[in-house]
């Protein structure tokens, strides 16, 4: 349950950071509010998830998730523009995800 529960929390803070960028800096009520409750709702169930997965395994994860998908939302939403570095950048972090769900004990404790 506990990857379950990451799984939200992974979910909630990419739909709070893709609303922190249509808050305008927090002057558009929706978005801020989107905001607010994503990140509540992520750090509600990052901290349910912790009870089974190691904080260093839980947040790699997380983060890491959370940049690839914001970094793919960003191009396709909001038309930022990814050279070559960005991609190859990305790709490490989803190598070192991968490596960590596949090949470590830690992940599976």
Do not use: C
């Not at 800096?25 to 750090?43: C, H, K, N, V």
């Amino acid at each position: 349950m506990a990857w379950v529960y990451l799984s939200i929390a992974i979910a909630a803070e990419i739909i709070a950071t893709t609303a922190l960028k249509s808050s305008e800096s927090f002057t558009r009520l929706w978005p801020s509010l989107i905001t607010a409750l994503g990140y509540g709702i992520a750090f509600y169930f990052l901290s349910l998830s912790l009870r089974s997965i190691p904080i260093g395994i839980a947040y790699a994860v997380w983060s890491g998730v959370g940049i690839v998908a914001i970094s793919i939302i960003a191009w396709i939403v909001f038309k930022q523009q990814l050279d070559l570095p960005a991609l190859l950048g990305i790709g490490l972090i989803v190598a070192g995800v991968l490596v960590i769900n596949i090949a470590s004990k830690s992940a599976h404790l």
